[in-house]
């Protein structure tokens, strides 16, 4: 099969590529390389899968631009398209709101309609946890109202739900929606609580924590992720919304203590107050991602934790005694 995994050069991304060449595929990662993080990193997520695969094709380019993406469809007649680019991230979605809406939402757009009039005839699209916002019923079900959005980035997402369903109603498309749950995991992206605590801590640094530690995060192992994708992309559906979470939510306070355990040092802690766009818990109920898909997370956090650090420490060897810090 063809696919196009967009935003394939980021954290989720480049792990599916490699998992879909892996499978027999061939693979076209279309990603324009935004500074939302350095770009180097992906730059080095490419270079680890270009070296598995002369299946894997590279295509740097930009989903808010209509042009190039049409033609690269047209060019390539894809069977599936699993749509991961955007801008991630739910804080700095305040400070960007425009930003967010217009690559996010008009990107979207793009990206179905590309995949409409060359003839694709199946999408999976990233959508979040965060749609659920200040939901008052736990765990998150998938048809729970979707009313209570507190950021910029959430709203974005609902909006590409709202699109894949048209899509799917007037052309025919067959659409799925994942809404993934804190996804962590090596190549994390390092704006993300697991990554950016872990380096705090090894560098001796104090890690922010907002709110009182109550605050509880659904955290979700890449692998299991991608088993959910893998699973959508084998059935077909017409159009479907599943959480993709791990179903366990954790603490803010107990997941410091994993990384401390996990590092083997101890994290200073700089209480701050809870973050305007923050919700306070993400609990995803899977029960029909498990009937549906055959989903069931394997990766318990005190594991994928350990997986985590493992990668961090190959990736980013900690600054020894007497190294001066640096690193071949
Ligand atoms: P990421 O930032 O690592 O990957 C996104 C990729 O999209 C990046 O490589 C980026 O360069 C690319 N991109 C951004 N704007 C683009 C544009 N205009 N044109 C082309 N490419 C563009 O993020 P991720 O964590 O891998 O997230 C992937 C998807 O999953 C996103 O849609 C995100 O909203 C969603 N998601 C992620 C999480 C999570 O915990 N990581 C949770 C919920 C939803």
């Keep these: 099969m063809k696919v196009l995994v967009t935003g394939g050069a980021g ?165 799925v929606m994942l809404r993934f749950f804190t996804v962590y995991g090596p190549r994390q992206r390092p704006d993300l609580a697991i990554h950016k605590f872990a380096r705090l801590i090894r560098e001796g640094r104090p890690v922010p924590v907002y709110g009182d530690g109550s605050s509880a995060r659904d955290y979700t192992f890449i692998t299991d992720i991608l088993d959910g994708i893998e699973a959508c992309m084998r059935q077909d559906f017409g159009f479907e919304i599943f959480n993709l979470g791990d179903s366990r939510p954790v603490r803010l306070d107990r997941l410091i203590e994993l990384l401390e355990q996990a590092l083997g040092r101890p994290a200073q802690r700089r209480w701050l107050p809870a973050q305007p766009g923050d919700v306070p818990i993400t609990y995803a109920d899977i029960r029909k991602a498990a009937a549906r898909l055959g989903y069931q997370p394997r990766v318990p956090l005190e594991e994928g934790i350990r997986h985590f650090v493992a990668w961090l420490d190959r990736a980013s060897p900690p600054p020894g005694p007497g190294s001066g810090g640096s690193s071949s």
């Design 11 to 175: 954290f989720i991304g480049s792990h599916l590529c490699e998992r879909l060449l892996a499978a027999g595929h061939s693979v076209w990662a279309l990603d324009n390389l935004d500074p939302f993080y350095d770009p180097e990193i992906k730059r080095g997520n490419l270079r680890e899968i270009t070296r598995i695969s002369d299946r894997f094709h590279f295509v740097q380019g930009d989903i808010t631009e209509p042009e190039p993406l049409r033609r690269l469809c047209h060019e390539v007649r894809f069977d599936q398209v699993v749509h991961l680019a955007a801008r991630a991230g739910v804080r700095p979605s305040l400070e960007q709101p425009a930003l967010y809406q217009r690559v996010n939402v008009e990107g979207t757009v793009h990206v179905l309609e590309a995949a409409r009039e060359s003839g694709v005839r199946k999408l999976v699209l990233a959508s979040s946890s965060s749609v659920y916002g200040c939901n008052a019923k736990v765990p998150f079900a998938e048809d729970d109202p979707l009313t209570a959005p507190i950021s910029p980035y959430a709203a974005s997402k609902i909006a590409c739900e709202a699109l894949g369903h048209v899509y799917h109603h007037v052309y025919g498309l067959d659409v």
